[in-house]
């Protein structure tokens, strides 16, 4: 399959912003697909809503263009711009009631009243929220506010939909199930998402493709399960999950001295109290109970390690076996070797 | 013990009521005594002290002001004055009063603290010294003079109030409007000022209570030629009965109350609280 210019959805071509003197975007490349969802993952400051507010067209960039569609919307105004945008405190204008926040985007638009009606409701509909259509935003929860949120969005039918930490202000069992829908509706319209978040489960669950940010830049962008598995720098495997980090170099299932960085994934680990080929002896130093499973201590001749076991888990001072299943050796910050 | 704590909460509860009770009614009898005194007189043909009733009821007294037609004018020049000093204010102050409240947080505090300190000089040697410069331009005894002079009071409740209220609709609500596709004047119009207007109407009813209510200055400028109804107390009150002083209070209270009563409901309205978390 070619990547003709048709599949990109969205195309963000070396985007540099200086705010405040400081250059706050370096020259950063993105292309989404056509119908894909996006995470833009990073820390607090990285840039993540500076990006997306260029793409919504509140900000211009001093560098580089933004294409929408084949069509570059680099400079022109958000209100001209086809995409739609849910702000992280949901940005609801208080003294309309939640049909007229969802009818406002179409009455802009000069639309007949009637087909208002009726596209204002298929986005209540679709958002469950037909009940509270004459509620006031003050009057409904934080979950529905964000909902009434995404359905102003979504009635503009934009050929972007663009999240900045939509979630973030739900409380962490509704959050789940509010990013499931999410994702349920983005699928079904299949529309071009870009999502803002700090919170790499929920990059993990819902993206088709994660760019981790880092100081501007776009320090890797894939699939969740490619990222997981193949960091390609050091920062990104920091970033992403948990890991055991080592300064020294790898070989034969041992960690050696060295000058290179080695990265252990917690799941990688394996405990047995039988030798198998490529495990060496260890001790259980501690035992952390997690939930669904327990984190676990092991202190081996070359390296102490902690590990994630669910199944069979031993006992604190128990002698076993260890084996690392796969290392991360980085040079420079830079992936150089998976073992 | 938790049990002795809900109790004691409960047997203070008739305590605080009781002397919440007395409070209201001191206030009561401190602010609606002297207007049940006026509006009795306004209807009396005499009421002095030994007697416990007023020797008579008439209509006399209102008859005698619509006929006067000094005291007319007065109220005919307040009704006047005071619309265009409002309006005038509104045309001068609200476009400062928004640019104030979309500075950073130093400039508008900078701006308004100004301002208040402006107004907070001695307003008899600032009009003072706007007669010299009135007699220079020919503005005195006209009721431009008047106006600009009523003018300079309304500023401080124009521009304070909306600048307030304009700084506090969160600028995402209006860059949500824009990402709907408003234009910039559609924002203004449906979104900031339609929020902000709570805050504009109090600035209103302020200022026409201020220019309605102004006598130093109107005095100043504006005697003998321009008298409006404050300043025409004067003289009523030194040359006429009490009760006609009395009706024209009542007249003088009536627009105020007016005003309140209509822009009340838009002013309670709370919608500026409800239904958005400011950032
Ligand atoms: N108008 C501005 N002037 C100066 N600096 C700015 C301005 N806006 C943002 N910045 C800076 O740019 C950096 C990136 O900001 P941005 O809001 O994009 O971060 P973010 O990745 O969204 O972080 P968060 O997760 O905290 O929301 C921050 O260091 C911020 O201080
Ligand atoms: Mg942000």
């Not at chain 1, 294409?67 to 609801?92: H, W």
């Not at chain 1, 050091?234 to 990265?263: C, K, M, R």
């Not at chain 1, 984190?295 to 031993?314: M, Q, W």
Request: glycine share 8%; aromatic share 8%; charged share 20%.
């Amino acid at each position: 399959m070619t990547d003709s210019p048709q599949e990109e959805g969205l195309v963000l071509n070396g985007l540099t912003k200086i705010l405040g003197g400081r250059v706050i975007i370096d020259n950063l490349h993105l292309v989404v697909k056509k119908g894909e969802m996006v995470s833009l993952l990073g820390p607090s400051g990285c840039g993540k809503t500076t990006t997306l507010r260029m793409i919504a067209g509140f900000l211009i960039p001093d560098k580089g263009d933004i294409v929408l569609n084949g069509k570059d919307v680099t400079t022109i105004g958000p209100e001209k711009r086809p995409s739609a945008m849910v702000f992280q405190n949901y940005a609801l204008w208080p003294h309309m009631t939640v049909f007229g926040n969802v009818a406002y985007p179409l009455k802009v638009r000069k639309l007949a009243k009637p087909e208002i009606e009726k596209r204002v409701h298929e986005a209540l509909a679709m958002v469950n929220l037909m009940h509270h259509k004459d509620s006031r935003p003050g009057q409904i929860s934080g979950g529905e506010q964000q909902r009434v949120a995404l359905a102003r969005a979504l009635v503009q039918e934009p050929d972007i939909l663009l999240l900045d930490e939509p979630l973030s202000n739900l409380d962490a069992k509704l959050r789940v199930k509010v990013r499931e829908d999410i994702r349920d509706l983005q699928r079904r319209l299949g529309i071009t998402t870009v999502i803002v978040t700090h919170d790499q489960d929920e990059a993990l669950s819902i993206s088709d493709r994660i760019a981790v940010m880092n100081n501007g830049k776009i320090e890797q962008f894939s699939t969740p399960q490619e990222l997981y598995d193949r960091p390609e720098t050091e920062y990104v495997a920091n970033f992403i999950g948990s890991l055991n980090h080592i300064q020294g170099g790898f070989a034969d299932g041992q960690v050696i001295s060295g000058t290179e960085v080695v990265g252990i994934r917690p799941e990688d680990v394996h405990f047995s109290t039988e030798q198998v080929p490529g495990s060496y002896p260890a001790t259980v130093q501690l035992v952390v109970p997690r939930g669904h499973f327990c984190e676990v201590y092991l202190k081996r001749a070359d390296v102490e390690l902690h590990a994630f076991i669910s199944l069979d888990v031993p006992l604190a001072g128990t002698s076993g076996f260890v084996k690392i299943n796969k290392a991360l050796i980085y040079k420079d910050g830079k992936l150089v070797r998976v073992a | 013990m938790a049990k002795r704590e809900k109790s004691r909460a409960k047997s203070s509860s008739p305590v605080v009521k009781a002397l919440l009770g007395i409070f209201m009614l001191a206030m009561a009898f401190f602010i609606l005594g002297p207007l049940l005194w006026l509006a009795i007189h306004a209807f009396v043909t005499n009421w002095t002290y030994p007697n416990l009733y007023p020797d008579g009821w008439t209509w006399h007294w209102w008859t005698q002001i619509f006929a006067n037609s000094a005291l007319e004018e007065s109220i005919r020049n307040s009704l006047i004055i005071s619309p265009i000093v409002v309006v005038l204010s509104m045309i001068i102050c609200l476009p400062a009063a928004y640019a104030a409240g979309r500075m950073n947080y130093v400039g508008r505090k900078t701006f308004l603290i100004g301002l208040f300190a402006a107004n907070s000089f001695p307003k008899i040697g600032l009009f003072a010294s706007i007669a010299t410069l009135y007699y220079a331009l020919n503005l005195m005894g006209t009721i431009v003079g008047v106006i600009i002079i009523q003018l300079l009071g309304t500023i401080i409740y124009m521009t304070w109030i909306p600048a307030a209220a304009f700084a506090s609709v969160p600028r995402n609500l209006e860059e949500a409007a824009r990402d709907a596709g408003a234009s910039k004047f559609r924002v203004f119009r449906t979104i900031t000022l339609r929020m902000a207007m709570p805050g504009i109407l109090v600035a209103i009813v302020m200022s026409f209570l201020a220019s309605f209510d102004e006598a130093q200055g109107t005095y100043l400028v504006g005697a003998p030629a321009i008298y409006t109804m404050p300043t025409e107390m004067y003289a009523l009150v030194e040359n006429y009965p009490i009760q006609i002083a009395a009706v024209f209070s009542l007249l003088l209270a009536f627009p105020s109350v007016l005003l309140i009563g209509l822009a009340r409901k838009h002013i309670v309205g709370g919608q500026l609280a409800e239904g958005f978390q400011i950032k």
